[in-house]
């Protein structure tokens, strides 16, 4: 059964920095992608960022500049570094990756910025 698990949400200041992981298991094939969503109450699910399998990436307007997403292929890992973090960047964040056609997504990781 793949399964994808976010780590590192948690508080932090505006202006502050943040690391986000997400460890991908039950499975031996690398995803075809990979990606960062954001969702708050009351709107839709967001890209924050994606990563293909030959390291293309794209990022939403609201972080690019901010934020980088990387892949450890050997460790099956997700990362997602922000910086510069603003209190409109308080959401949950998804882990989400796609294999030959089938979507998984992790269950969130809850990122609050605030002083």
């Known amino acids: 059964q793949v399964q994808l698990v976010e780590f590192g949400g948690g508080l932090v200041q505006p202006g502050g920095s943040l690391r986000l992981s997400c460890a991908a298991s039950g499975t031996t094939l690398n995803f075809n992608e990979m990606a960062w969503f954001r969702q708050v109450p009351g709107k839709q699910r967001e890209l924050v960022a994606g990563?293909?399998?030959?390291?293309?990436?794209d990022y939403g307007d609201f972080v690019r500049g901010r934020s980088t997403i990387s892949r450890d292929f050997a460790k099956e890992t997700m990362y997602l570094d922000m910086s510069r973090l603003k209190v409109e960047d308080t959401a949950m964040y998804y882990c989400y990756g796609n294999q030959s056609g089938v979507s998984y997504w992790g269950e969130g990781t809850l990122v609050t910025v605030s002083s």
């Open positions: 990563i293909t399998n030959t390291g293309s990436t």
